[in-house]
């Protein structure tokens, strides 16, 4: 059970500076991040959204929560930053992202100055430690007011590719009032980076259930061409290396030659998909795959209530990337779906071993697939693991429970030590 901590609340005036955040209706951009300011609105808080500038953004998206959208490049198609633009497979940044950083931090920091000084802010809460907690450094010392800093993950691996990426991350955390993450790996990594370990606080992210397990399943069938009674495994997610998917398609052989009725969803799209397709084809199991590309989120309770069970075989990649913790497993269980997820990051906080699901080793075919065929095979089992994925997303992993405790930090960071050494 994750616990609470808290003390007395009072009405704080919040910036919230992200680098994705929805766009337009049914954009999947920074939901997670929309949903914590959404939560933490209703507890009483003044919410404030900085986000930079996309071609993509629609007029009046965002009534209840306002949104401020900086520009920080000279024409619409050159707006590359953020919104998981910005980097090639989630883990290199691209080559035009070299010239727009300058552009990106001075903008956002001059945008994040103009607001600070119209709203006096209490608290900025910055996601993404690069490039965002060093575009809030100036505001933050001029107005006197604290930042915390909540990890991801992709800003973890950039914290750690260079010396000067490097250099920024530590002047961050330095800076700021409190930390957060989503995984004890998260927090590590921070504390490596000279992250006061007092400083950082795990927080999962959250869910809201009543959406998720509301959703039918059946058109999407229709749509992916998968008749009534074949078992499903689904996966989702930006398809790039940390996700792991190349080794559930690996599984998928042992799975299939014992089930060969069993369909393999991977929904979503990015840099590895076509390799993906090939691999299928390279097995001889393409039949057996759907890859029906990004699904909006609106969507996501219809895809969910599809499938027989989900999969996140998130590793860590090549490179050293991996996820902190994907929001759509979480949205998985509050669709009342058993995981199947490796033991890396984030997933260890969410999918209890034997549980709501299997915990696996990274980058372990086998493993995979044993753990799917043991669910599509019991249906006792896979009933009891979906009742208690639903329970521990409706009591435990809910968005209040999340915005209470990021509650508590800023609560925390307007007391402590760091809260005004810029003003001092």
């Keep these: 059970m994750i616990g609470l901590s808290l003390g007395k609340s009072i009405a704080l005036k919040i910036c919230i500076v992200a680098s994705s955040y929805p766009r337009f209706h049914g954009d999947i951009a920074g939901v997670f ?28 998206f965002e009534a209840e929560i306002p949104v401020t ?32 950083i300058p552009l990106y931090l001075l903008c956002g920091s001059l945008a994040l100055l103009r607001l ?14 690069v490039p965002n907690t060093p575009l809030c450094l100036l505001p933050s010392r001029r107005a006197g007011i604290p930042i915390v800093t909540t990890l991801h993950g992709s800003d973890m691996y950039l914290a750690r590719s ?27 990594g921070a504390m490596a980076l000279g992250a006061a370990p007092d400083s950082v606080h795990v927080i999962p992210w959250g869910v809201r259930a009543g959406i998720f397990k509301a959703g039918s399943g059946v058109r999407w069938r229709h749509t992916l061409d998968i008749s ?3 078992p499903v495994a689904l996966a989702a997610g930006r ?13 998928a052989p042992d799975v299939l030659r014992k089930l060969p009725d069993t369909v393999f969803v991977i929904a979503g799209q990015g840099e590895q998909l076509p390799y993906l397709r090939d691999l299928t084809r390279t097995l001889g199991i393409e039949s057996s795959f759907r890859f029906p590309g990004l699904i909006p989120w609106n969507e996501m309770p219809a895809i969910l209530n599809m499938c027989d069970l989900f ?12 996820d902190g913790l994907p929001t759509v497993v979480l949205e998985a269980m509050a669709a009342g779906k058993p995981v199947v997820a490796t033991r890396v990051a984030g997933l260890p906080l969410v999918v209890r071993d034997r549980v709501n699901g299997f915990l696996v080793d990274e ?16 249906d006792e089992m896979r009933r009891t693991m979906a009742a208690q994925s639903l329970r521990i997303a409706e009591n435990e992993l809910t968005w209040r429970n999340t915005a209470l405790r990021f509650q508590n930090v800023f609560q925390q960071a307007l007391s402590s030590k760091y809260a005004f050494r810029f003003s001092k």
């Design 33 to 60: 991040v929309r949903s914590l300011a959404e939560e933490l609105h209703d507890l009483g808080h003044e919410i404030h959204i900085l986000a930079p500038y996309s071609p993509l953004v629609a007029p009046q």
């Design 69 to 100: 959208h900086f520009r920080f490049a000279p024409l619409k198609r050159l707006h590359r930053m953020g919104y998981a633009e910005a980097m090639i497979n989630d883990r290199e940044l691209k080559l035009r992202s070299y010239f727009l």
């Design 116 to 129: 600070c000084r119209e709203k006096s802010f209490d608290v900025i809460n910055s996601h993404w430690v």
């Design 162 to 188: 260079s010396f000067m990426v490097s250099l920024a991350a530590r002047v961050s955390f330095a800076k700021s009032a409190g930390i957060t993450a989503c995984s004890e790996e998260m927090k590590d």
């Design 228 to 230: 009534s009674g074949r």
């Design 239 to 251: 398809v790039v290396e940390k996700k792991g998917f190349e080794y559930l398609v690996r599984a």
């Design 311 to 322: 999969v996140a075989p998130s590793i860590h990649d090549s490179s050293g990337n991996v």
């Design 363 to 378: 980058k372990d075919s086998e493993q995979l697939a044993e753990a799917i065929l043991t669910l599509i095979l019991d």
